[in-house]
């Protein structure tokens, strides 16, 4: 089946040629880091975790988000996610490469990458993250292609991939809580010390992954010759809307947590996100529109006029994913450095060099789903234009 990703419209092969092209772009200013050192980037002894663990954090929940179209389909016979499940799949494998890379590039040298492997330590979740990771990719990976072959094949997948898909359905929740168990277990950073780090990167993930989902089932829809259904999507949406719906209501809980109680340690790093601290103030323009695309976003989600109408919908999905974006990578990352613990304030500017690294590993991402989705496309068309053969010639007989 790979020889379908070499087939493709013109509009496909300059989408391809731009995304190597950014590629390109961010593997030389890659080089240029593995050279000069992660001092090229904005990151400092205070600051020592910015625009590139922002993205993994936020991507680890894109992978999670599988969960939302397999535990439906497979657990409750929900057959409308039958046409899009393998499209989950993918874009959960693309979206732990992702999140592989960005961490190989915050390490700064590539050889560190080994050290969790030659000197594995189970006392800490960085060393499970990894495990948790590495085996939801080759689950995603083996899964998305089997049945991809079964369906081209018109045959039903083997009972040992429906065990590996049950399987899928706790690890995907697991990728996500090990990576907030990351951030919870630092109990230096008060921004990060909650018991319901993991239910609010779980409740996020949930929303901003079936809204990309969403998105490129629209795209493909109008240029990729699949129409996922319009009970799929709207299924889809109203799982983005409660799920944003709680994940604001998280958010909510901490703020008046935080502040009801009145300790000021707690309620630095708010202070800093939406109002600015003694005079710095470099995320709230941010998080402020954050705050105004999740209202937005969720006020139109839950509106069934407005939810039907694919152009608005896709407006929300964009202002979801756009919005978590903001406050759960670089809202959530950079303030649980933000005061210090010895109430320094050094704030975090991302350089030219690590938004062009960044950008390179996104477009690998891209890359990576726009050449698994163009196999989907060329086997289900093939797959529907049989069966259309098939219908035609039983109405001639």
């Known amino acids: 089946m790979l020889e379908k990703a070499l087939k493709g419209s013109r509009g496909y092969w300059v989408w391809i040629a731009f995304l190597l092209a950014v590629v390109a772009t961010g593997f030389f200013f890659y080089l240029r880091q593995l050279d000069y050192g992660l001092?090229?980037?904005?990151?400092?002894?205070?600051?020592?975790?910015?625009?590139?663990i922002a993205q993994f954090t936020f991507l680890v929940g894109v992978a999670a988000s599988a969960v939302?179209?397999?535990?439906?389909?497979?657990?409750?016979?929900?057959?409308?996610?039958g046409k899009i499940t393998v499209l989950g799949e993918f874009l959960a494998v693309s979206a732990v490469i992702m999140c592989v890379l960005f961490v190989f590039v915050d390490l700064g040298q590539p050889s560190r990458v080994m050290n969790v492997l030659l000197h594995p330590a189970p006392t800490s979740i960085l060393f499970w993250d990894m495990i948790v990771l590495s085996g939801y990719l080759l689950i995603n990976i083996i899964i998305g292609w089997v049945i991809l072959s079964c369906n081209r094949k018109e045959i039903p997948p083997p009972q040992w991939v429906k065990q590996l898909i049950y399987l899928s359905i706790p690890w995907a929740i697991s990728i996500h809580t090990v990576t907030a168990f990351i951030y919870a277990g630092l109990p230096g950073r008060s921004f990060w010390l909650t018991a319901i780090m993991a239910p609010r990167f779980l409740a996020s993930a949930f929303a901003s992954g079936p809204a990309l989902l969403i998105i490129v089932c629209l795209i493909l829809k109008r240029y990729g010759r699949f129409d996922a259904g319009e009970k799929a999507i709207q299924a889809l949406s109203k799982i983005v809307a409660y799920a944003l719906a709680v994940?604001?209501?998280?958010v909510l809980v901490e703020v008046f947590t935080v502040f009801y109680s009145g300790m000021p340690e707690h309620e630095a790093p708010f202070i800093y996100l939406f109002a600015g601290l003694e005079g710095h103030h470099n995320?709230?323009?941010?998080?402020?529109t954050s705050a105004v695309l999740a209202f937005a976003?969720?006020?139109?989600?839950?509106?069934?006029?407005?939810r039907r109408k694919e152009g608005l919908l896709a407006i929300a999905c964009i202002a979801v994913f756009v919005s978590l974006w903001i406050e759960?990578?670089?809202g959530l990352v950079v303030t649980g450095f933000i005061p210090s613990p010895l109430e320094q304030i050094t704030e975090y500017f991302p350089t030219g060099t690590e938004i062009a690294i960044t950008l390179g590993v996104w477009a690998v991402g891209f890359l990576i789903l726009t050449l698994f989705y163009q196999i989907f496309v060329a086997v289900?068309?093939?797959?529907?234009?049989?069966?259309?053969?098939?219908a035609a010639a039983n109405m001639k007989d």
Not at 247 to 250: A, E, L, M, P, T
Not at 283 to 288: F, I, K, N, Q, T
Not at 297 to 306: D, E, N, R, S
């Open 380 to 390: 289900r068309s093939g797959i529907d234009g049989v069966r259309h053969d098939e």
């Open 328 to 330: 759960k990578g670089l």
């Open 39 to 52: 001092g090229v980037t904005g990151m400092s002894r205070d600051v020592s975790w910015g625009l590139y």
């Open 68 to 81: 939302m179209l397999v535990l439906p389909y497979y657990l409750h016979d929900y057959k409308a996610f």
């Open 297 to 306: 976003a969720l006020g139109m989600l839950i509106l069934p006029p407005i």
């Open 283 to 288: 995320l709230v323009p941010w998080m402020w």
């Open 247 to 250: 994940s604001i209501f998280f």
